[in-house]
């Protein structure tokens, strides 16, 4: 099992940055893949980024540019350094990790408001 603890949400204002963090428990040697996701009132939740063992990143068009997802291995955490949000970013974001068999593990989210 692996569990998995995300913080760093919150109310922030338009064109501002927050960074949150993910950090793992558990059986954690067997993590390959930790990403970020996130749904919005309405709609399915989606990929933000994601980052697997050896540092290779994706993300969605949507934020390229804007965030940006690290990993501390040492630390068993990943962050979600986000900038230049935007209100559509606003979201409950999501932290998942997929172990090396392919089983999958999520955090119990955290909330992103962009609001003046």
């Known amino acids: 099992q692996v569990q998995l603890v995300e913080s760093g949400g919150g109310l922030v204002q338009p064109g501002g940055s927050l960074r949150l963090s993910c950090t793992a428990s558990g059986v954690i040697f067997s993590i390959n893949t930790m990403g970020w996701y996130r749904q919005a009132p309405g709609k399915q939740r989606e990929l933000v980024a994601r980052i697997n063992r050896g540092g290779v990143t994706n993300y969605a068009d949507s934020v390229k540019g804007r965030f940006t997802i690290s990993r501390d291995n040492a630390k068993n955490t990943v962050y979600l350094q986000m900038g230049s949000l935007k209100p559509e970013d606003t979201a409950d974001y999501f932290c998942?990790?997929?172990?090396?068999?392919?089983?999958?593990?999520w955090g119990q989210g955290t909330q992103v408001t962009v609001s003046s």
């Open positions: 998942k990790a997929v172990t090396v068999t392919s089983r999958e593990f």
